[in-house]
Every structure is written in C-alpha cells, then in structure tokens.
C-alpha cells in the first residue's frame, strides 16, 4: 500500500473498519438470508426495482438507535437533505465524515447529489495538493474534517468492490481510493461464527421479511 493510501486509511482507525465491516456483513447475509427464504420473487419482473433498495436498507438500518452498539465509535446523524424525503446517513468524528453508498465499480464514485457536493467542499485542501502535485501529502492542514465515500457492490452473495473513495470538491473526481476488500474478506474469516454477529444477521433477516410482507 502506498504512503498517501496509508495516511487516508489511518483517519479512519482499524477498530472503526472492524465495525463498518461488521454491518456490511451483517446486511449482505441479512439479504442472502432474505433472498434464500423468498427464492420466487427473484422471478418477477420487479426484482431489479427493489433489489438494491433492500440491500441498503438492512445495511443503514443498523444505524439506527434502536440497532447501534453503544459502543460504535463514530457520531451518527441521520437527516432528510431533498424535498422529497430522502434520508441520509452521516458518520463522523473530529478528522472525518464518511457517508456510505452502493457503487457500480470500485472507482466510481455515486451520483453527485447537492449533499454529498456540500460535503466534498472540505475536500479542496487535498485537491490542491494532488492538483499541483506537492509533496507531503500529510502536511495538510486539519482544520475541517475530510470527507470519504465508502463505496460497496455486491456479485452473486458476496461484496464484488469496497473502497474508501474521497472525491473532489464537485463529485467529478475520485482524488483517492483505497480497496479495503482485502481487509474485509480477512474480518470475515475471524468473526463469521461469532454469536453477535449471527444474532444480528438474524435480527436483519426479520427485519427484511418485514418489509417483503409489509408488516412494517
């Protein structure tokens, strides 16, 4: 891993991956669980129209109060930003804020909404930097917290692409981007069995039945 890679990459401390891998983890089985017990409505016509949408459901429901561990290190904010009711989620702490978003290719950034833009303007300290090329690129100064994108897909069951993507001040550009892929394929391997984890995934399935039988 390069050096400007591991400078982004220690903003976001290991414990705090650990425990972002650990609700993406629990959201995808959550929606292979989901999928499994409802194998026909693969069949319809209108799969494509929810499948995403469920998907990121049982991934950001986890942030809610009534979900979240007390214990979850980053500060949770969770806002309207559209006349049209969409919902959005916002981590952060004192270095960063970090909103999480599916993604199409590892590279590629999410659309450039006026929120996601407003929080990118933060970001034109390190686009200067990687503009006229200067050296030091942990020189920059931290008087405003940067803002990443942590992008994610999804092939057949399993996460294709996860990447700590920080963009430009106009969502144009990625001006970083580190693959955590790796790193999460190796938290997986260490905490699949565990009884939390299992119990949460569980929690999600039902939570996602629900929405498929309109309980909620």
């Known amino acids: 891993m390069r050096d400007e890679e591991l400078f982004y990459l220690n903003l976001i401390p290991t414990d705090v991956r650990k425990k972002l891998y650990q609700i993406l983890y629990v959201g995808v089985e959550a929606y292979n669980g989901v999928l499994n017990e409802n194998p026909q409505i693969k069949n319809s016509k209108f799969f494509t129209n929810i499948k995403t949408r469920l998907l990121t459901f049982l991934i950001f429901r986890q942030f809610e109060e009534d979900q979240l561990s007390k214990e979850f290190p980053l500060k949770v904010d969770i806002d309207k930003v559209n006349n049209f009711g969409y919902t959005a989620l916002m981590l952060s702490n004192k270095k960063i804020r970090l909103s999480l978003s599916k ?77 955590l892929l790796q790193e999460y394929n190796s938290w997986i ?23 498929l039988t309109n309980e909620r």
């Open 103 to 179: 993604t199409s290719k590892g590279s590629k950034l999410p659309n450039d909404s006026k929120y996601r833009i407003k929080q990118s303007a933060n970001n034109s300290k390190y686009e200067n930097q990687i503009r006229f090329n200067l050296d030091g690129i942990g020189n920059t100064t931290e008087e405003s917290p940067t803002y990443f994108i942590l992008g994610f897909g999804v092939s057949g069951k399993d996460l294709r692409h996860l990447n700590l993507l920080m963009p430009d001040t106009k969502m144009k550009l990625t001006l970083a981007n580190v693959d």
């Open 189 to 211: 391997v260490n905490n699949d069995e565990d009884e939390y984890v299992e119990k949460q995934i569980t929690s999600m399935k039902q939570e996602g039945m629900r929405i």
